[in-house]
């Protein structure tokens, strides 16, 4: 039980074009999913916290207009990166947590990257 | 930033018991202590958690110190799958879900 997926789970893409990545509680219902984002041999970097059927929370330096996040459902949330430039390559992480358990469950990751 | 601090590796053989130390001596009364590991170009698996008490599932055995100010991440039986970075997190529970705030963990190397 509680499984995450991602989708896709690599995508290539030319600068200026928009990507959409998909983030699923296969399992489980998620009032809130969160997203990350980890650059090499570093530490994962929470970017937003998503609550369905509500606007998206972003931290501090995320710029909100590049990054569109949306939850429409109790299972889906997906994170739409604008207008995309080299410095966006990155690996995208999201994670869902358990309504019922208050425990947070990642997804496999998608790696971004942008030529 | 993160709150708590772990070496930034280890290594241990292939079947002897793998103790992951972590320290978190600003902790409050409502946090609790997260345990995940992260397998290279994988995203975090979730191991364990705990308030005061210690805990154990069939992955791991979480032993918390009296004070809260630190803990200890047992894995009984090291395997080269073990191989990973693991992170000890600090958790507020609000009642509503709470991030988790990454700090640099512990790569752990399992060696023949």
């Known amino acids: 039980g509680a499984v995450v997926s991602q989708h896709p789970s690599w995508v290539i893409c030319k600068s200026g074009t928009s990507v959409k990545i998909e983030c699923r509680s296969l399992d489980f219902q998620a009032t809130t999913m969160f997203w990350y984002r980890q650059f090499p041999k570093q530490s994962l970097m929470l970017m937003a916290t998503s609550n369905e059927g509500s606007k998206a929370t972003y931290e501090q330096g995320v710029e909100k207009d590049k990054f569109l996040i949306n939850h429409a459902s109790l299972t889906l949330s997906t994170l739409t990166v604008t207008s995309a430039h080299p410095e966006d390559s990155s690996f995208y992480i999201c994670s869902a947590n358990h309504f019922l358990t208050d425990t947070q469950y990642f997804g496999p990751g998608t790696r971004l990257t942008v030529l | 930033d993160a709150k708590t601090t772990q070496p930034p590796s280890m290594d241990c053989a292939e079947g002897r018991a793998a103790n992951l130390p972590c320290n978190h001596s600003t902790i409050s009364g409502n946090e609790y202590v997260y345990w995940y590991r992260q397998i290279h170009s994988q995203g975090p698996q979730y191991i364990i958690h705990g308030l005061k008490n210690n805990e154990t599932n069939e992955m791991a055995s979480l032993i918390i110190t009296e004070d809260r100010k630190s803990s200890t991440l047992i894995l009984p039986h090291a395997t080269l799958r073990d191989t990973a970075v693991y992170y000890c997190?600090?958790?507020?529970?609000?009642?509503?879900?709470?991030?988790?705030?990454f700090g640099t963990g512990t790569r752990l190397q399992v060696t023949l």
């Open positions: 997190i600090v958790r507020e529970i609000t009642g509503t879900a709470s991030k988790l705030t």
